[in-house]
Nanobody, 129 residues
Framework: QPQLVESGGGLVQPGGSLRLSCVAS????????VAWFRQAPGKEREGVSC???????TSAEAVKGRFTISRDNAKNTVYLQMNNLKPEDTAVYYC???????????????????????WGPGTLVNVSE
């Protein structure tokens, strides 16, 4: 059964860094786009970053220059490197994938959120003093 599992969240001070991992099992990520979303307390879920099967990436304005998405198909894993973290980055972070060859979702994650077929359970990132 296809699954995604996130890890790497935790408590970090403002200005610090974390690297989140999203590991797939039950299927190969080779032909899948993978996206990161986040949901802060009391707020709606929002798209953060996305990487297509060919490696093209898109990111939300709020994280450009600070967050970097990458993939290692040999490890069936997608990463989200988060630098210069701010308190407003505090949220549960989820990775998700659309059906195979559904890379178009990367063009507008918030618009196409219903097209994401596989979701991980999430990992909490808490940016605080």
């Amino acid at each position: 059964q296809p699954q995604l599992v996130e890890s790497g969240g935790g408590l970090v001070q403002p200005g610090g860094s974390l690297r989140l991992s999203c590991v797939a099992s039950g299927f190969s990520l080779d032909y899948y786009a993978v996206a990161w979303f986040r949901q802060a307390p009391g707020k709606e879920r929002e798209g953060v970053s996305c990487i297509r099967s060919g490696g093209e990436v898109t990111s939300a304005e709020a994280v450009k220059g600070r967050f970097t998405i990458s993939r290692d198909n040999a490890k069936n894993t997608v990463y989200l490197q988060m630098n210069n973290l701010k308190p407003e980055d505090t949220a549960v972070y989820y990775c998700a994938a659309p059906p195979r060859l559904g890379g178009y979702v990367c063009d507008d994650l918030d618009r196409y959120v219903s097209k994401l077929e596989f979701w991980g359970p999430g990992t909490l990132v808490n940016v605080s003093e």
